[in-house]
């Protein structure tokens, strides 16, 4: 079985890694492959992955949205979501599925012990906030909060959850057991914490849902206050090991997953 991910830029991806490691280590003779898709040539994208006679393929920046139209169903988390990023080739027909939502939860409810009692604030209201919030919702008891700059983004918001400004959520950061930024704050070049912590409760857990910095400025930030931290790896992992469930109907090698991507983060081949 041939399988990639789709995306642009995409050549820094450790998917691929991941996945062929995976595979290595169930004895099984797929292969996983980065694919370069620009914007201007997404057009093409039946034939692209058809020429490649793909089985399934991941996508990601910047197609995540853009990838609908093409696709015969979709799941309900990817309609909630509004964005696809993984998508199954059955019988000639491209199914799309959003495992991002359950790959974030999945890696937080084994370092949460008491993730249903939670008081839990997601910083930002795009695409990656929605899908954890949406999967989160199945398992707290609690009310969710989600804060963003404005509140004009909350407009294609369908889900349960309390509404403020991230200045709203400044002056009550002490109320929260944990804080889960999913804004580009921290990504790339971008060192901007999204809300200043000084507020923040010392037992409270912050996260990030990114992991390439391995510690962005808002975990640094709270790590020097003596915070617990909880950055994006386990995300990316599980949200693969369930493209991979999705794919093929088997459990992955989680710890080789994850050791793959953290040996090549640390520099070891």
Do not use: C
């Given at each position: 079985m041939k399988f990639a991910v789709i995306g642009d830029p995409i050549s820094h991806s450790l998917s691929p890694l991941m996945h062929n490691k995976n595979f290595e280590s169930l004895d099984l003779k797929?292969?996983?492959?980065?694919?370069?898709?620009?914007?201007?040539?997404?057009?093409?994208?039946?034939?692209?992955?058809?020429e490649k006679n793909l089985n399934g393929f991941n996508i990601t920046i910047p197609h995540k949205e853009r990838i609908i139209p093409y696709l015969n169903e979709i799941d309900a988390?990817?309609?909630?979501?509004?964005?696809?990023?993984?998508?199954?080739?059955?019988?000639?027909?491209?199914?799309?599925?959003?495992?991002?939502?359950?790959?974030?939860?999945?890696?937080?409810?084994?370092?949460?012990?008491?993730l249903e009692n939670a008081?839990?604030?997601?910083?930002?209201?795009?695409?990656?906030?929605?899908?954890?919030?949406?999967?989160?919702?199945k398992f707290v008891n609690t009310k969710l909060t989600v804060a963003n700059r404005?509140?004009?983004?909350?407009?294609?918001?369908?889900?349960?959850?309390?509404?403020?400004?991230?200045?709203?959520?400044?002056s009550h950061l002490d109320e929260f057991d944990i804080i889960i930024n999913t804004t580009p704050a921290g990504m790339d070049?971008?060192?901007?914490?999204?809300?200043?912590?000084?507020?923040?409760?010392?037992?409270?857990?912050?996260?990030?849902?990114?992991?390439?910095?391995?510690?962005?400025?808002?975990?640094?930030?709270?790590?020097?206050?003596?915070?617990?931290?909880y950055n994006g790896l386990d995300m990316?992992?599980?949200?693969?090991?369930?493209?991979?469930?999705i794919w093929t109907g088997l459990q992955a090698d989680i710890k080789t997953m994850k050791n793959s991507v953290l040996n090549k983060l640390k520099g070891v081949k």
């Amino acid at each position: 079985m041939k399988f990639a991910v789709i995306g642009d830029p995409i050549s820094h991806s450790l998917s691929p890694l991941m996945h062929n490691k995976n595979f290595e280590s169930l004895d099984l003779k797929h292969t996983y492959e980065a694919v370069n898709v620009p914007i201007e040539n997404f057009k093409y994208i039946k034939e692209i992955i058809e020429e490649k006679n793909l089985n399934g393929f991941n996508i990601t920046i910047p197609h995540k949205e853009r990838i609908i139209p093409y696709l015969n169903e979709i799941d309900a988390q990817s309609s909630s979501v509004g964005a696809v990023n993984t998508v199954l080739i059955r019988d000639g027909k491209w199914i799309g599925y959003n495992t991002d939502g359950i790959g974030y939860v999945t890696g937080l409810r084994q370092v949460y012990n008491d993730l249903e009692n939670a008081y839990i604030l997601i910083l930002g209201a795009g695409g990656a906030s929605k899908g954890i919030a949406n999967e989160l919702i199945k398992f707290v008891n609690t009310k969710l909060t989600v804060a963003n700059r404005t509140m004009k983004r909350f407009e294609t918001w369908d889900l349960e959850v309390n509404q403020i400004t991230l200045a709203q959520a400044e002056s009550h950061l002490d109320e929260f057991d944990i804080i889960i930024n999913t804004t580009p704050a921290g990504m790339d070049d971008n060192q901007d914490i999204p809300i200043d912590l000084k507020n923040l409760n010392p037992e409270t857990l912050v996260s990030d849902i990114v992991y390439i910095p391995y510690k962005t400025p808002i975990l640094i930030a709270a790590e020097n206050k003596g915070n617990p931290i909880y950055n994006g790896l386990d995300m990316f992992v599980y949200q693969g090991a369930e493209s991979f469930k999705i794919w093929t109907g088997l459990q992955a090698d989680i710890k080789t997953m994850k050791n793959s991507v953290l040996n090549k983060l640390k520099g070891v081949k």
